[in-house]
Nanobody
Framework: QVQLQESGPGLVKPSQTLSLTCTVS??????????WSWIRQPPGKGLEWMGA???????YYSPSLKSRTSISRDTSKNQFTLQLSSVTPEDTAVYYC????????????????WGQGTQVTVSS
């Protein structure tokens, strides 16, 4: 059973960089066929795919967030991380990590694995 767990600060100040880590168990992030994504859901809004990293380390980003987003991985720890720079209160959301056979993830499919999500608030 693949399990994903997000971790990181729950409160970030405006203009700072948000950093989150997803720890994966029950499956290797270097394994074939899967993409490892970050998705967020602002309050009262739908899911927004932010970006993904593939099994080879290739990265893919949402065009609207590409200039502020970086996704990397540590295969020795079976973790991948999200960095979002220059945050504003509009970046307040529940942030999820997920495994999917698709690069872009916009819905929760029964074929995918998701973490439980972590609330991040941007406020001074």
């Amino acid at each position: 059973q693949v399990q994903l767990q997000e971790s990181g600060p729950g409160l970030v100040k405006p203009s700072q960089t948000l950093s989150l880590t997803c720890t994966v168990s029950g499956g290797s992030i270097s394994g074939n066929y899967y993409y490892w994504s970050w998705i967020r859901q602002p309050p009262g809004k739908g899911l927004e795919w932010m970006g993904a990293i593939g099994n080879s380390g290739s990265t893919y980003y949402s065009p609207s967030l590409k200039s502020r987003t970086s996704i990397s991985r540590d295969t020795s720890k079976n973790q991948f991380t999200l960095q979002l720079s220059s945050v504003t209160p509009e970046d307040t959301a529940v942030y999820y990590c997920a495994r999917s056979a698709k690069v872009v993830v916009t819905t929760k499919s029964i074929d995918d694995y998701w973490g439980q999500g972590t609330q991040v608030t941007v406020s001074s």
